[in-house]
């Protein structure tokens, strides 16, 4: 766990993580982001800093390729 540093305050920082094996490329979570954070390239989907991890596209994914996780 995290340390942040506004007001010492322990928080759980969250990461995104996409399964290159389930990931169909059809484009619903790049779609679904309020923050244009999620870019889909030919291998992985990337997520830049403007993710919020507010899990729309975690849950609109079809093939259940994304999920957030604890940073360990």
Known sequence: METDQR???????LIM??????????????????????F???IVLEFNENCNKCGRCVRICPAGAL?????K
Request: hydrophobic share 35%.
């Open 7 to 13: 007001n010492g305050a322990h928080v759980e920082v």
């Open 40 to 42: 889909l390239n030919e």
């Open 17 to 38: 993580i996409a399964s290159t094996e389930k990931c169909m490329h059809c484009g619903a979570c790049v779609g679904s982001c309020p923050k244009n954070a999620i």
């Open 67 to 71: 999920k957030m996780e604890a940073k």
